[in-house]
C-alpha cells in the first residue's frame, strides 16, 4: 500500500479536468473476431485520454514550470533557473539508470520514477537548492504534482460503459501499459475503485513493477505464460487494443496475439512507420471510439 494513497487519488482528481480527444484522420477496420476471450488493453491514449509526448516545442520551460509547482505544492519556493537545473538533473540521473539497466541485460528497461525522484530531490536537498523534510510520502506526493501537471489525463469517452459491459460477458481483461505507481492510482481516480473489478489482477503487466518497458516483448510474454499456464487461453485468443503501432500492435502480433489500433485521439495515436492507408489494412483491426468494440467482440 502506498503511504497516504488516498490523499494521492484526491490529489490526481483536483489535478485533472474534462477534455475530449482531437479525432484521428483515420478510418476504422471493423470485423467480428471469433473464439476471443481476453481482451488486454493499453492505458495512456487508450483508455485515458493523454498529452503524453505532445508538449509544446520548449518542453524544457514546461517542465521547470510543473516542476517550481509541484515544490510551491509542497511549501517549497524555487525560481526557474533553478527548476531548470532540476529537471536536467532529472534527465540526467533517468538516463544513468538507463545504461546501468541496459548493461545488466534489460533491453528496455522502465524505472520506478520513485527511485529517480528520490534521487533528484535529495541530491538538491545536499545542495540547499530545496529545504524538503524527505521521505516516502512526500517523494510520492511530488511526483504525482509534476506528473499530472505535463501530463493530464481522463477517461476516453464511453471507455467506462464498454468496460463495465464486457467485464459482465465471461472475457477476461487484463492491462499491458508503460506505466508508473500513479497508473493504477489514475484508474482508481478517474473510474472509481469499480475498475479493479473489470481487470483480472494476475494479467494486469504494469512496466515498473516488471522493470522492462513496451516495445519490447518481456511484457507480452509475460501476458502469454500466465495465460497459457493458470487459463489454458492460447495467443491467437487474445487481443491487444493500444494506440501505438510500435508499442502495442506490432509486439502483441510477434507473440501470436492479435491487435486493434485504438486510433481514437489524433494526439495520441502514434503508427510508426505506417501511413494512415497502411494503418487500415495491416493484419489487425483499427477502431476509432470504444463502442466499435462492442461490434468486433459481438456483444451488440
Sequence with gaps: MISDESILIKRIQELNATFTPVPADISPRLERLPGLRVILYDVYG???????GALSDNHLQDRAVAFRAALKTLNCEINTSTAVSGINLFNAVLASEHIGKQASGIERPEIDIRII??????ELRSQSVINLDLNDTIEARFAIEYENRINPVWPMPNVEDVLSKLATTGLRLGIVSNSQFYTPLSLTALLGERWKSWFTPS?????????????GQYLYRRAAKELKEHYSIKPQEVVMIG????HDIKPAL???????????DHR??????????????????????WQQLMDITGQV
Design 46 to 52: 487508450t483508455l485515458l485520454v493523454s498529452t503524453s
Design 117 to 122: 525522484w528520490k534521487k533528484v530531490l535529495h
Design 203 to 215: 494479467l494486469c503487466f504494469w512496466s515498473y513493477k516488471h522493470n522492462e518497458a513496451k516495445p
Design 243 to 246: 494506440n501505438d503501432v510500435e
Design 254 to 264: 510477434a507473440c501470436g496475439f492479435r491487435a486493434i489500433l485504438f486510433a481514437g
Design 268 to 289: 495520441a495515436c502514434r503508427l510508426g512507420d505506417a501511413s494512415r492507408q497502411e494503418a487500415t489494412s495491416w493484419p489487425w483491426l483499427t477502431i476509432t471510439n
